[in-house]
């Protein structure tokens, strides 16, 4: 199936994408695992599982359990740490990806941790963009998340800010007392982007063991049912602030997709849908230019924050 450019087609941080869908934190690993069973180069963009200075173990198994509503994780962002992913991951990409951007998220336990991964790689041509994922909990602030608190969240923005010239995202939890203001607080520190939203937390009980459905008891809940929670934290952030926005949770077919941009979202990522079956990008992206199509729409782009409330 031939994508035609222009109507799909988005800038957003400076970065041309050949079209919105992307691939979200966590679900594509670093690409080559899904090269397989899907085209990577079908899709705008693919965000890559999070990278720490250190690697990371994660959590212990099970990782993941369906519920009626969705899915629930607690993968621990486990990953090979920045030596590796340099020296294996990103040079895969360069080689295999041609068409697709290249967001990379980072994590870490403190903001140097941050500052580093975000240095370190800022140099490599196969980086197009970072993903800061601030709902990771600070571990020299007792554990809250990095993205509860103004201050630490500036700290971490223009940390990262400064040590290098790439676009930066800054992905939020839904959780936030108020969204809005942390999203301009995260654009005030020099965010050229946000992506809205991460999971939300939840407990899966396996009521005949009465154990947790996860090996590390509570996770983040993802899937159809976050959908409306996702389009709403973008409506009320697409008010507050000028930047382009990454709208993710809950999408599963192209008029989901359309919501997301509707509320004010530039691109939209996936992740649930896409690791229940490898073809839903390709089908998500036909059914959203079909969607534009028989809308008579001459860019996707046309679409951006023409949700019409109600008076």
Request: overall charge neutral.
């Amino acid at each position: 199936m031939t994508h035609h450019a222009s109507l799909l087609s988005v800038t957003a941080a400076s970065i041309d994408f050949q079209n919105p869908v992307i691939l979200a934190a966590g679900t594509a690993a670093y690409g080559r695992e899904l090269a397989g069973v899907m085209n990577i180069d079908a899709v705008g963009g693919i965000v890559t599982k999070a990278v720490s200075p250190e690697p990371r173990k994660g959590a212990p198994s099970p990782r993941v359990a369906e519920f009626e509503g969705g899915m629930i994780n607690a993968v621990g962002l486990a990953n090979p740490g920045l030596e590796a992913v340099q020296r294996e991951d990103l040079p895969w990409l360069a080689q295999n990806v041609r068409k697709a951007r290249v967001i990379v998220n980072v994590v870490g336990s403190t903001v140097e941790d941050f500052e580093t991964v975000t240095r370190t790689l800022s140099d490599n041509e196969r980086v197009d963009a970072f993903e800061l994922n601030v709902s990771c909990p600070n571990t020299k602030a007792g554990g809250t998340e990095f993205g509860a608190d103004r201050n630490t969240l500036a700290a971490l923005v223009s940390k990262c800010r400064a040590v290098t010239r790439r676009p930066l995202f800054v992905k939020l939890s839904p959780m936030l007392p108020d969204i809005a203001d942390t999203a301009r607080v995260a654009v005030d520190s020099g965010a050229d982007g946000l992506t809205l939203v991460n999971t939300i937390p939840g407990l899966v009980i396996d009521v005949e063991s009465r154990r947790p459905a996860l090996g590390f008891g509570s996770g983040g809940i993802s899937g159809v049912g976050l959908l409306p929670v996702g389009v709403l934290a973008v409506w009320k952030v697409s008010r507050a602030v000028s930047v382009p926005l990454i709208g993710v949770g809950g999408i599963s077919k192209g008029s989901d997709a359309v919501q997301y941009l509707l509320a004010g979202a530039s691109l939209v990522g996936l992740g649930t849908a896409a690791l229940r079956d490898p073809r839903a990008p390709e089908r998500i992206i036909g059914e959203l230019e079909s969607w534009c199509r028989s809308h008579n729409l001459r860019s996707v782009s046309d679409l951006k924050g023409k949700l019409e409330w109600p008076s």
